[in-house]
């Protein structure tokens, strides 16, 4: 093959990488918002089905948490099919699940349809959208993952009046049909998804089989005609390399060594510990407003607000994240962005009527906003590109828990208080200790790579270093010559299998 067959393109910036983003926007804008807009549904199906607020809280947690939960499925399932049949699968998963929904005749059922079967779908159409940006865009990144991410306030806006229409005209079982069949549009957004560097890496994968299989036959061949003393090693050496295989294997899908990188556990932490309270103020903000007297237009309109504001934040904050100031400390703006979101929980309960949560719908949605926009630009900068498909699936497999307990959590608070604002003030501290926590330890992250850093530059300068490391050189040279020459052509040959193995 040509001598630059193997080599993957770079990322183009722009092109057709900027319609990938538009596909993004709507994939990722359903499978954050279609939760969210649910919760329009919830006061009328708990009435319906005569359930507290906990038990109805958990539809939306099923949902989200198997959403985030099935990362490790869908990052699998990307390195196996590329990411647009995963999409398109996604979306008809989508479309059966809310469509089945409308004929269940349980809660429990519901907990199925909507919250396993659409949930699995969405997670189908999140992790697939967020890795395809990584490889279109490098230089652009941020501004493309604020863009694609500014879909789910979009869709937010969009679905929270809509919901509320259907539901007056059709019934919730109407809606959920209705919702089917437009949830089906994932399926378009994913034909978008154009594989890139498919062709060099399919001719890659060829040469480097074609070559492994006439290396492995030459070796053996000379390694049969020489005596016992050097066939016995050779034996052992592909033995062992066998039994690497399965450990390889699985690498090649999920990378567990991420669990050695500390700035990988750091995110990891803090990440858990915010979303133990970050999605449970939006599934309780319409049923709040309904709770202290506000009609459900009104009730539907605060989402809308909250979605406005969420529109105009993430974009503008990807642009501020690409800025020469920010980005090369984009963790403390992401640790400020959590603690600010906490902070305006802690301050809801002021907000007694219709204005004040008005006010209130307008700051979380700015903080909303700013997080979501770099929830993935921030993981993406600690673990490289290489790694990002990996670290989402580790990631979100990781959060499904917390995501899974925190509306629920929330619908406790309220049954046994009777109260909105306990859930409120749970939600925000839990959020503003989790940005304490992530702004220290990225301090402390900082500090060690520059350490590290400054370690490695002076161990390069020593040139007590550079002799030692010459005089092994040399020395590994002479046991070459000591070997005798009538084994050369088999430790080259050698060599050059196991550097075709390890994929060099």
């Known amino acids: 093959p040509p001598a630059n067959a193997g080599r993957a393109p770079g990322p183009p910036d722009g092109g057709w990488g900027w319609v990938v983003v538009f596909g993004a926007f709507i994939s990722i804008g359903f499978a954050y918002a279609f939760p969210k807009g649910v919760a329009i549904f919830f006061k009328e199906i708990q009435d319906f089905f005569g359930t507290s607020y906990s038990e109805i809280a958990w539809v939306s947690s099923i949902m989200l948490a198997t959403t985030y939960g099935a990362g490790p499925i869908s990052s699998i399932l990307v390195n196996r099919y590329g990411s647009r049949p995963v999409v398109i699968f996604g979306g008809l998963l989508c479309g059966i699940g809310m469509v089945s929904a409308a004929f269940c005749t349980s809660i429990l059922q519901l907990y199925i349809c909507v919250g396993f079967i659409t949930g699995f779908g969405l997670a189908l159409n999140l992790q697939p959208s967020v890795i395809i940006i990584g490889k279109y865009f490098l230089k652009r990144r941020p501004i493309a993952n604020g863009l694609a991410m500014a879909g789910s306030p979009v869709m937010l806006c969009t679905l929270a009046p809509l919901n509320q229409f259907l539901f007056d005209n059709f019934g919730w079982r109407g809606s959920f049909l209705i919702l089917g069949a437009i949830l089906l549009n994932c399926c378009v957004a994913g034909a978008l998804f154009r594989p890139i560097g498919a062709a060099t890496a399919s001719v890659k994968t060829q040469a480097t089989a074609e070559g492994k299989d006439a290396l492995k036959e030459k070796v053996t061949k000379d390694a049969m005609e020489m005596s016992s003393p050097v066939n016995i090693p050779m034996e052992t050496k592909t033995e062992e390399e066998g039994g690497k295989d399965c450990c390889e294997k699985i690498n090649q899908y999920l990378d567990f060594s991420l669990f050695k990188h500390r700035g990988f556990l750091i995110y990891l932490i803090g990440n858990v510990l915010m979303f133990l309270g970050f999605f449970a103020p939006i599934v309780f903000l319409a049923p709040y407003a ?24 993430r974009p503008t904050t990807g ?19 959590i603690a600010f979101n906490g902070a305006c929980h802690l301050l809801c309960p002021l907000a007694s009527g219709y204005t004040g949560l008005v006010v209130y719908s307008v700051f979380f949605g700015l903080a909303f906003g700013m997080v979501c926009a770099m929830l993935f630009e921030t993981l993406m900068d600690l673990v490289g590109a290489a790694r990002f498909t990996s670290a989402v699936g580790l990631v979100t497999i990781a959060e499904c828990c917390t995501i899974l307990l925190g509306p629920p959590i929330g619908g406790t608070l309220i049954d046994t208080f009777g109260d909105y604002k306990y859930m409120f003030i749970k939600c925000g501290a839990v959020m503003v200790l989790a940005g304490t926590f992530l702004f220290i330890m990225n301090y402390y992250n900082y500090r060690m790579l520059a350490k590290e850093e400054k370690e490695r530059k002076a161990k390069e300068e020593d040139p007590k270093s550079v002799r030692t490391e010459n005089e092994g050189r040399n020395n590994w040279n002479k046991e070459i010559v000591r070997d005798g020459p009538e084994l050369e052509p088999l430790r080259e040959e050698r060599e050059g299998l196991k550097k075709e193995v390890n994929g060099t």
Do not use: C, T
């Open 290 to 313: 309904k709770h202290i007297g506000i009609d459900e237009y009104s009730a539907a309109f605060l989402l809308s607000i909250l979605a406005i504001v969420d529109m105009i934040a």
């Open 319 to 337: 642009i501020i994240a690409n800025s020469k100031w920010v980005r090369p400390r984009i963790q403390y703006f992401f640790s400020f962005s």
